[in-house]
């Protein structure tokens, strides 16, 4: 039973040829479209760039009394560090995903709160209406904004119109629209998850609070904030991974001089045809983006399950 | 919640749902544009819907699109289906870790890099054994199916992870195989949550841009990859105007599924 589940069903768990075809299929495709590529990734990162098709040398060859011999080359690696571009262009992805997560989080909290205290018909319309906008596509919404962001676009126009400004604004392809283009396209991610906290969340807290005397903007920083936390945390592991890899709106609306990982990972490939250096500049978003993040949630389920444990 | 705090909060979820809708309205406003300038308004027209449909490449694209992702979809959500169950079900086994990162990695896993990798394996596997012959629809599916599959496994998961044991239960102590149950009771059960699961597959292949990139062909180009490559150079009204159809399919298929629930809910309650 520390599993969780009936005894009867672990005859389900113990069968033969069933559970292997449930466990095989999946692990044999994931396996081999998953793990494979980045093996191969993996291996491409530390050969050698040739000109040819593929342009990559091999790392194996035979040496003339028919050893087998291992070259690794490091000196895609090298360029990793040597050359400040790679650099730059990591600090500016996760400093553009900070700033799309603080966006999405300023503008998703009151959304998601109000929903969340709604009346109940309300509430469900209201979901719905934050969620469509996430089944349109992609790449159509971010094209609306080219629209809106560009010199003599709508926003442009509309403020000339009301006087408020008299020069256009110079938004367009600035990390300005990057920044908003962001926030717009990832704040289903961060909507969903608080809402799902807040929803949840005990209101006789809120109240007891009120009770004894604190001030609603009081009660809102002690109680309400803290008890959100999880919805918090999620929303912004959500937002914040793909942003830090997202290709599609800094190459449509930010400027080619402030390119982003992905963008050089890009560039690398299909531009400068450096197939190593683009897979080491890939493996190295994997061990210094991925592997940390991955790592410190794992940490923490594991220290939240600890706790529950410890308490029941 | 009362008084003016009660109405800034009103006043900060109508900001947010104009936020979200503004840019899409002004999508189908302009899709209705008589100018060819995208932003200047000139007067009602639908030229470029027509435009649109005589547009060869579009076309041909688009249906390409569409079976792909009818495809992609299915093959997603049989791989995603299993490997859910597996991993709510099936609390012990060898290999059961790396199975569930592996399973869930893409999940995280910029495109770009998942896209990459792809191409690498594509390109070494037809230089190693002489397939696949570049590349085309095959393995764009391939790809599809891929990362679609992690969306469907942790729909599955999370839709098994809050289901009642019982009736599998029951069905086994009367006697029937695994196999049975798993077809007779679980399936049926969770249904809803394949068909959930089928059509969020569906959306996100057809949608995708970044691993498409990576993984087609000349011969296999995919709608949002003529819009890409067209939008990189601007705006264009043609583009509005398949926007605008776009989110039509979408308003129209949401609001469907929205009376279907509420009236199977009505009929339940009656």
Same mark, same amino acid.
């Given at each position: 039973? =520390?599993?969780?589940?009936?005894?009867?069903?672990?005859?389900?768990?113990?069968?033969?040829?069933?559970?292997?075809?449930?466990?095989?299929?999946?692990?044999?495709?994931?396996?081999?479209?998953?793990?494979?590529?980045?093996?191969?990734?993996?291996?491409?990162?530390?050969?050698?760039?040739?000109?040819?098709?593929?342009?990559?040398?091999? *790392?194996?060859?035979?040496?003339?009394?028919?050893?087998?011999?291992?070259? *690794?080359?490091?000196?895609?690696?090298?360029?990793?560090?040597?050359?400040?571009?790679?650099?730059? %262009?990591?600090?500016?992805?996760?400093?553009?995903?900070?700033?799309?997560?603080?966006?999405?989080?300023?503008?998703?909290?009151?959304?998601?709160?109000?929903? &969340?205290?709604?009346?109940?018909?309300?509430? /469900?319309?209201?979901?719905?209406?934050?969620?469509?906008?996430?089944?349109?596509?992609?790449?159509?919404?971010?094209?609306?904004?080219?629209?809106?962001?560009?010199?003599?676009?709508?926003?442009?126009?509309?403020?000339?119109?009301?006087?408020?400004?008299?020069?256009?604004?110079?938004?367009?392809?600035?990390?300005?629209?990057?920044?908003?283009?962001?926030?717009?396209?990832?704040?289903?991610?961060?909507?969903?998850?608080?809402?799902?906290?807040?929803?949840?969340?005990?209101? !006789?807290?809120?109240?007891?609070?009120?009770?004894?005397?604190?001030?609603?903007?009081?009660?809102? /920083?002690?109680?309400?904030?803290?008890?959100?936390?999880?919805?918090?945390? +999620?929303?912004?592991?959500?937002?914040? *991974?793909?942003?830090?890899?997202?290709?599609?709106?800094?190459?449509?609306?930010?400027?080619?001089?402030?390119?982003?990982?992905? !963008?050089?990972?890009?560039?690398?490939?299909?531009?400068? =045809?450096?197939?190593?250096?683009?897979?080491?500049?890939?493996?190295?978003?994997?061990?210094?983006?991925?592997?940390?993040?991955?790592?410190?949630?794992?940490?923490?389920?594991?220290?939240?399950?600890? &706790?529950?444990?410890? %308490?029941? | 919640?009362?008084?003016?705090?009660?109405?800034?909060?009103?006043?900060?979820?109508?900001?947010?749902?104009?936020?979200?809708?503004?840019?899409?309205?002004?999508?189908?406003?302009?899709?209705?544009?008589?100018?060819?300038?995208?932003?200047?308004?000139?007067?009602?027209?639908?030229?470029?819907?027509?435009?649109?449909?005589?547009?060869?490449?579009?076309?041909?694209?688009?249906?390409?699109?569409?079976?792909?992702?009818?495809?992609?979809?299915?093959?997603?959500?049989?791989?995603?289906?299993?490997?859910?169950? &597996?991993?709510?079900?099936?609390?012990?086994?060898?290999?059961?870790?790396?199975?569930?990162?592996?399973?869930?990695?893409?999940?995280?896993?910029?495109?770009?890099?998942?896209?990459?990798?792809?191409?690498?394996?594509?390109?070494?596997?037809?230089?190693?054994?002489?397939?696949?012959?570049?590349?085309?629809?095959?393995?764009?599916?391939?790809?599809?199916?891929?990362?679609?599959?992690?969306?469907?496994?942790?729909?599955?998961?999370?839709?098994?992870?809050?289901?009642?044991?019982?009736?599998?239960? %029951?069905?086994?102590?009367?006697? %029937?195989?695994?196999?049975?149950?798993?077809?007779?009771?679980?399936?049926?059960?969770?249904?809803?949550?394949?068909? &959930? +699961?089928?059509?969020?597959?569906?959306?996100?292949?057809?949608?995708?841009?970044?691993?498409?990139?990576?993984?087609?062909?000349?011969?296999?180009?995919?709608?949002?990859?003529?819009?890409? !490559?067209?939008?990189?150079?601007?705006?264009?009204?043609?583009?509005?105007?398949?926007?605008?159809?776009?989110?039509?399919?979408?308003?129209? +298929?949401?609001? *469907?599924?929205?009376?279907?629930?509420? =009236?199977?809910?009505?009929?339940?309650?009656?």
């Amino acid at each position: 039973m =520390r599993d969780g589940i009936p005894h009867r069903l672990g005859r389900i768990a113990s069968g033969g040829l069933g559970r292997r075809l449930v466990i095989g299929l999946p692990a044999l495709w994931m396996g081999l479209f998953f793990l494979l590529p980045f093996l191969v990734t993996l291996k491409i990162a530390f050969s050698t760039s040739i000109v040819g098709i593929p342009p990559i040398g091999p *790392i194996v060859t035979m040496t003339d009394d028919g050893a087998l011999q291992l070259t *690794i080359h490091i000196e895609n690696w090298s360029y990793l560090f040597s050359d400040p571009m790679y650099v730059v %262009a990591y600090v500016r992805s996760l400093f553009t995903a900070l700033i799309t997560t603080v966006l999405c989080l300023l503008i998703g909290y009151p959304m998601a709160y109000a929903i &969340a205290r709604s009346s109940k018909r309300w509430r /469900l319309l209201l979901l719905m209406l934050v969620i469509m906008p996430f089944w349109t596509s992609f790449l159509i919404r971010v094209y609306a904004w080219m629209g809106i962001l560009k010199e003599n676009g709508l926003l442009n126009n509309l403020l000339l119109w009301l006087h408020v400004i008299h020069q256009p604004l110079a938004i367009m392809n600035t990390q300005w629209a990057v920044y908003i283009v962001m926030a717009y396209a990832y704040l289903p991610f961060m909507l969903l998850p608080l809402y799902a906290t807040l929803e949840k969340m005990d209101l !006789s807290l809120v109240e007891a609070s009120q009770d004894l005397g604190a001030r609603p903007f009081t009660t809102f /920083l002690l109680v309400t904030l803290p008890l959100s936390t999880p919805g918090i945390v +999620a929303g912004s592991l959500l937002v914040f *991974i793909p942003a830090v890899g997202e290709f599609l709106i800094p190459t449509l609306v930010g400027s080619p001089g402030n390119m982003m990982i992905a !963008s050089v990972v890009f560039n690398e490939f299909f531009n400068n =045809r450096d197939w190593p250096t683009a897979s080491a500049v890939a493996t190295a978003v994997v061990l210094f983006l991925l592997i940390p993040i991955v790592l410190l949630v794992w940490l923490r389920a594991r220290s939240d399950a600890r &706790a529950a444990a410890a %308490a029941s | 919640m009362s008084g003016w705090r009660g109405h800034l909060l009103t006043a900060c979820l109508l900001a947010g749902l104009a936020f979200l809708y503004a840019p899409i309205a002004t999508l189908v406003v302009y899709s209705f544009n008589a100018s060819p300038m995208v932003t200047i308004w000139t007067g009602v027209s639908t030229h470029w819907y027509g435009v649109l449909l005589h547009d060869p490449e579009m076309l041909r694209a688009a249906r390409r699109s569409v079976e792909i992702a009818l495809l992609a979809a299915t093959g997603a959500t049989i791989i995603g289906t299993l490997a859910g169950y &597996a991993l709510s079900r099936f609390k012990r086994f060898r290999g059961r870790s790396l199975f569930t990162g592996m399973m869930l990695a893409p999940l995280v896993m910029p495109e770009i890099i998942s896209g990459i990798a792809l191409l690498l394996m594509f390109v070494g596997a037809e230089q190693a054994f002489g397939w696949p012959h570049g590349r085309g629809v095959m393995t764009i599916t391939a790809a599809h199916i891929t990362f679609c599959s992690a969306f469907v496994a942790i729909v599955i998961q999370s839709r098994l992870a809050g289901f009642d044991t019982s009736l599998e239960e %029951a069905a086994l102590d009367l006697g %029937a195989m695994p196999a049975t149950v798993f077809c007779l009771v679980t399936l049926p059960l969770i249904l809803p949550a394949i068909v &959930a +699961a089928w059509l969020l597959a569906f959306s996100l292949s057809i949608d995708d841009v970044v691993i498409s990139e990576f993984t087609s062909g000349p011969t296999s180009t995919t709608l949002p990859l003529v819009v890409f !490559s067209r939008i990189r150079l601007g705006v264009s009204p043609e583009i509005n105007a398949l926007a605008a159809i776009v989110i039509f399919i979408v308003l129209g +298929a949401t609001t *469907i599924l929205t009376l279907v629930r509420a =009236r199977r809910a009505a009929t339940e309650f009656a």
